[in-house]
């Protein structure tokens, strides 16, 4: 890009002041591009080509600004075979002498529905833009990101900081159709601070979450019905679902109240969004579980007088369960699990204990071995250690934990039985056979 079509460095913090009403870059920032002008965006191209791609667009948009009107929205479709795999474009800019400056900001509104990624080289007229330093940014749903770059990583590539010639962004393969909004592109000496969002960038973004949550609102309602369907005919189930639901309502009405007023704390309104989401999705396959326990709690509860919001279950070794996972997987509602295994081999399950109203504290499991034909059960010839620790309800998806040393079963040992505190259940024993050279089915954790 010519030197000549792009916009000079603002230095002058009053004049800057009274142009872009209040976003003032006094002693803070050298700003490179913030696309006011037609020249700032006209001469970006992808490494001289012209388009820049099938589909690939540069424009300037009067929406999400963070300086002065007008902001670069970059927008390309999802990938798909035969696609370009990195979308991309490039510039000059306007301040070749980095030297004293230690960081390179600007900032970025993701309107996408998917996660993406942005990355850039930046290189000087010697080392070739792909060895040049490079830096990797991910991008959430419907968010907004300030990028702050060390500089420092410019010696480290052997790139003359008083010679930068070129900028290159790109993004690698998007998993859907993608749209950002880039603004603000400045140089930061040490001290320097970034300068606020203004007003009108806020308005902006509050407007993008609403439309996001009014989606959210519109799903809670049909997520009422769903768990009402999943609970009827258990009243204490039915009256659970109802409140867990009422709460996600009243998250969501006060964050729609919030975003009316446009502050700086609409910034993290995606993040809350995302929550009230995964707890959304969370809900009815709770629901369903908490509904089949109810089916073998007579079966594993030792005393009525316990907590009624506790649920176990089983899952195999091959299933992940992630105490902040997203989406639940299903647990097993059983009151025996088998494990088949032959000589020397090592198996294991999960057994998921959840607590679905509030944390549970203090938990303790412990593990014995029974006799194959005995009813009688007695401790293994190596104790396994359990930590105690506390079970967040809010953690859910399952919180699970691997039995007998990581979820190995010795060679050694038969069976295990897992027994917990009376306050959650009281399992006892059950008969298996001796490992032998032949694969066989045991059966564990029967409870009673």
Known sequence: MASSSLKKPLFFAAW??????????????????????????????????????????????????????????????????????????????PVADWTGFDRLAFDITCVSEQPQGLSLFISDSKIPTRRGLHYTVRLAPFSYTSVVIPLAQLAEKQINPADIRVIHIFTTEPPGD???????????????????????????????????????????????????????????????????????????????????????????????????????????????????????????????????????????????????????????????????LARNEKESFQLLVLPCERDLSRVRITSAICAPTAARCFRPPISTPFRSDTFKQKQLPPLARRMWDGGRIRSSISKPVLTLPKTICNPSGFACGRPDSRRRAFTGARWS
């Open 16 to 93: 800057c002041a009274v142009l872009l009403g209040g976003d003032c870059f006094a002693n803070a920032a050298t700003l490179l591009f913030d696309f006011e002008t037609d020249a700032d965006w006209r001469g970006l191209h992808d490494e001289g080509k012209t388009p820049l791609g099938p589909e690939t667009t540069l424009e300037r948009a009067e929406r999400f600004a963070t300086s002065g009107r007008f902001a670069l929205k970059f927008s390309t479709p999802g990938w798909q075979e035969g696609k370009p795999q990195w979308p991309s474009f490039e510039c000059r800019p």
């Open 178 to 340: 993608m749209t950002v909004y880039v603004d603000r592109l400045m140089l930061l000496k040490p001290g320097e601070a970034i300068p606020a969002l203004p007003a009108s960038f806020l308005k902006d973004f509050a407007a993008l979450q609403a439309d996001n949550l009014a989606k959210v609102r519109a799903e809670l309602k049909a997520l009422r019905a769903c768990v009402t369907q999943e609970t009827q005919g258990v009243p204490k189930l039915n009256n659970w679902g109802k409140r867990a639901v009422e709460n996600l309502e009243a998250r969501a009405n006060a964050l729609k109240n919030a975003l009316a007023g446009a502050k700086m704390s609409v910034l993290d309104a995606n993040c809350q969004i995302a929550s009230l989401r995964v707890e959304m999705e969370r809900l009815e396959p709770m629901a369903r579980f908490r509904k089949e326990f109810e089916t073998v709690r007579p079966r594993v509860q030792s005393s009525a007088k316990v907590r009624n919001d506790i649920a176990v279950g089983f899952a195999s070794s091959m299933e992940k369960v992630l105490p902040r996972g997203g989406v639940a997987i299903t647990p097993r509602v059983t009151n025996a699990v088998e494990v088949a």
